[in-house]
């Protein structure tokens, strides 16, 4: 993957040309995939991802509990696409609200989706950014000397910005 562009897995059996041209028009690389393994295979958790699930697909119920590994992941900024009837469904409505930024309902403007997508990424890309620079700062004070009273005040704070792994 070309890490100079934003990320974008576009999780749909049925991928909408125009919207892929979009995306690309407006700076993004994009990996197409059909199903919740392919979806697993192709992200990274080095870096900021925007997601795109288009539940229009018809993706089947086992199959949407089959995205919850994938849609776990805190690097990705998950957007879902929707169409009309689709929320009357409870598993839906449940992992849009449980794992999704935003969702669209389609048909709308390939702007719209685009926008939602882009800001569920700049979301991630601020958690993904500010852990790292934590990471990056801990691991600068530990080389240095070790930490003496004053550096312990900034290693805490760096600490706790970064995500835990017992977090939920």
């Not at 562009?5 to 041209?21: G, K, M, V, W």
């Not at 992200?43 to 119920?61: C, H, K, P, Y």
Request: glycine share 6%.
């Amino acid at each position: 993957m070309d890490v100079a562009r934003r990320q974008l897995i576009y999780a749909t059996r049925d991928p909408n040309e125009s919207l892929c041209a979009r995306f690309e028009e407006r700076g993004w690389y994009i990996k197409i995939v059909s199903s919740a393994r392919d979806t697993c295979k192709a992200l990274r958790n080095d870096m900021a991802i925007g997601g795109l699930l288009d539940l229009s697909s018809q993706f089947e119920t086992h199959e949407l509990a089959a995205f919850e590994s994938s849609l776990t992941m805190t690097n990705v900024g998950w957007v879902a696409a929707t169409v009309s009837g689709q929320l009357d469904d409870a598993a839906v409505r449940w992992l849009i609200r449980d794992y999704c930024f935003d969702y669209v309902t389609l048909l709308t403007s390939n702007d719209r989706i685009v926008d939602s997508v882009g800001y569920a990424y700049g979301m991630v890309a601020l958690l993904h950014d500010a852990a790292s620079a934590a990471r990056r700062g801990i691991e600068r004070c530990a080389r240095r000397r070790p930490c003496g009273r004053g550096d312990g005040r900034l290693v805490r704070r760096h600490a706790r910005a970064a995500p835990s792994a017992k977090s939920p």
